[in-house]
C-alpha cells in the first residue's frame, strides 16, 4: 500500500499538503457538489463553477444556463439556484450550467496543481471510491467547509471515503482518522447527526429540508465529475 | 448564554475567526503546553516560548534555564528538553526557562490579538475550565497541530473543554460539535485512541512513552497560565 489518501478539512489548511501529482476530490455536501454530480450525470455538458454572483451573471445571454441564489432565493434573471433538483434531465441535459458556488469554487481554485481535479459527493460515493482504487495515485479529500472553517457535512462524506477506501490506500493522516470515526459514529442516520451541525441549522433557516435530505442520498449517480480547462464534465 | 465557546483545528484556520476581545487557549498536548502547566505550577517564575533552537541560544548566559530538543534529544549545551518530567520543582522553582517548541509558539504567535492568552493542557482541564466560566469573554480554543495540520490529541482536549462547559457557553461551531464527541469516543482510554493518531507514532519512535502517558493525566495542576509581556506566568 503506497498509495496515499489525506483528508483536508479546509480549504485555508491546502498549503500545508501536497498537491502536485495526486488526485483532489472537492466535497461541497451542502449543495455544489452534490448538485454538480447530479447535473453530470443527467447529462449536463459541463457545469462551470464560479464564485460570485456577478461572475456568473458574466455568461448571460451565451447559451448557458445560470445558476445563482442569494439567501436562499433565485436571484432575478437566472434560471434557477442551487438546489439539486434543478439539476434533473429536463433542464440540464445537453447543456452547460454555470453554478455560483462561494465554498466550492474556492476550494477547487486552491487545489489548480492537482494532477486530477475530481466531485464527490453522498450521490456518487461509491462510484467515485471505485476509481479512486483504480487509479494508482495518492488521494487528498478536500473540504469546503463553510467560509473557510470545518464543517460536519463534508467531514463525514470524507470519513465515508476513507472508510471505503482504507484497506486499499494507507492513512496517517489524523484529519483522515477523525473524518472516519466521525463517520462511523454517524453513518447510521447522517441526517439526524447533522440536526447538529451550525450548518444544517442555516440550511434548515433557508427552508430546504427536501435539498438536505436528497444530498444524503448515496449511490444513485455513477458518474466521476472532473474539472478539464476550467469546465466540470464527466470523466467518461 | 451569551457567550460562545468556538474550536479552531489549526494555527493556519485562525484568519478564519475573531480573536479580538476574546480569550484564546492554546493547546499543544504533547508536549509544549503540558510541560508549560507542569512547569509555572512547580513554580517557575516564567516560561518564554520560542520558536526555534536558535532563538533559545540566544539567551545563553543570562541567567535562563535554556529548554530544546532536536529529534527528541536534548541539544548539546542546553539544560533539559521538552520532557514536562524536566519540569519538576527541583528544576524550575523561581526559575525562567526559555522553551523551544514550534507548533506551540505559532498557535500563540498567530493569537496576539486576543484579549488574553492562556495555556491548556489535560493536566489543568478542571481548573481552566472553572476559570474560563467565571470570566464574561467568549472562548476559543486554539488546537496547535502538527505543522499547521489538524492532530488528534489537541482536539480531543479541545472536546474535553466543550464538554465540560457546554452547559454555560453557546456553541454553534462545527468544530466544537466534532470535538466534543471524538472526545466522548475516547475519554474512557485516551491513551489507547491515540494508539492510532499519526503523532503518536511518531512519539513512540522518540521513545518517549512516559511523556505521553503523563501528558494525558488529568487535572494535577491548578495553575492558568496565562502570557504577559512575551512571558508565560500564572495568572494568580
Known amino acids: 500500500m503506497s498509495r496515499e489518501i489525506e483528508v483536508c478539512l479546509s480549504p485555508t489548511l491546502i498549503p500545508n499538503y501536497i498537491i502536485e501529482g495526486r488526485i483532489v476530490v472537492v466535497i461541497d455536501i451542502f449543495r455544489a457538489t452534490s448538485s454538480i454530480c447530479y447535473g453530470i450525470e443527467n447529462g449536463a455538458e459541463s457545469i462551470i463553477p464560479v464564485a460570485t454572483v456577478e461572475e456568473c451573471l458574466s455568461y448571460n445571454g451565451k447559451g448557458y444556463l445560470l445558476a445563482a441564489e442569494r439567501?436562499?432565493?433565485?436571484?432575478?434573471?437566472?434560471?434557477?439556484?442551487?438546489?439539486?433538483?434543478?439539476?434533473t434531465k429536463e433542464k440540464v441535459e445537453g447543456k452547460t450550467v454555470v453554478l455560483t458556488t462561494t465554498n466550492?469554487?474556492?476550494?477547487?481554485?486552491?487545489?489548480?496543481?492537482?494532477?486530477?481535479?475530481?466531485i464527490g459527493s453522498f450521490l456518487n460515493l461509491n462510484a467515485l471510491c471505485?476509481?479512486?482504487?483504480?487509479?494508482?495515485?495518492?488521494?487528498?479529500?478536500?473540504?469546503?467547509?463553510?467560509?473557510?472553517?470545518?464543517n460536519l457535512e463534508d467531514?463525514?462524506?470524507?470519513?465515508?471515503?476513507?472508510?471505503?477506501?482504507?484497506?486499499?490506500f494507507?492513512?496517517?493522516?489524523?484529519?483522515?482518522?477523525?473524518?472516519?470515526?466521525?463517520?462511523?459514529?454517524?453513518?447510521?442516520?447522517?441526517?439526524?447527526?447533522?440536526?447538529?451541525?451550525?450548518?444544517?441549522?442555516?440550511?434548515?433557516?433557508?427552508?430546504?429540508?427536501?435539498?438536505?435530505?436528497?444530498?444524503?442520498?448515496?449511490?444513485?449517480?455513477?458518474?466521476?465529475?472532473?474539472?478539464?480547462?476550467?469546465?466540470i464534465v464527466s470523466i467518461c
Chains 1, 2 share one sequence.
Not at 71 to 80: A, K, S
Not at 104 to 115: D, E, F, P, R
Not at 201 to 228: G, H, T
Open 71 to 87: 439567501n436562499g432565493e433565485v436571484v432575478e434573471g437566472f434560471d434557477f439556484g442551487n438546489s439539486p433538483f434543478s439539476y
Open 104 to 118: 466550492g469554487t474556492h476550494a477547487i481554485n486552491q487545489s489548480l496543481k492537482a494532477k486530477q481535479i475530481v
Open 130 to 150: 471505485t476509481w479512486l482504487d483504480a487509479q494508482s495515485d495518492d488521494v487528498l479529500l478536500l473540504c469546503s467547509g463553510w467560509k473557510n472553517k470545518f
Open 155 to 168: 467531514t463525514l462524506f470524507a470519513g465515508a471515503v476513507v472508510h471505503t477506501l482504507k484497506n486499499k
Open 170 to 231: 494507507s492513512h496517517h493522516c489524523d484529519a483522515a482518522i477523525a473524518s472516519e470515526d466521525m463517520y462511523l459514529l454517524a453513518k447510521d442516520n447522517l441526517r439526524a447527526y447533522l440536526h447538529k451541525s451550525s450548518h444544517s441549522q442555516r440550511l434548515k433557516e433557508l427552508n430546504i429540508e427536501d435539498d438536505i435530505q436528497f444530498c444524503l442520498k448515496q449511490n444513485i449517480c455513477s458518474v466521476i465529475p472532473v474539472l478539464k480547462d476550467g469546465k
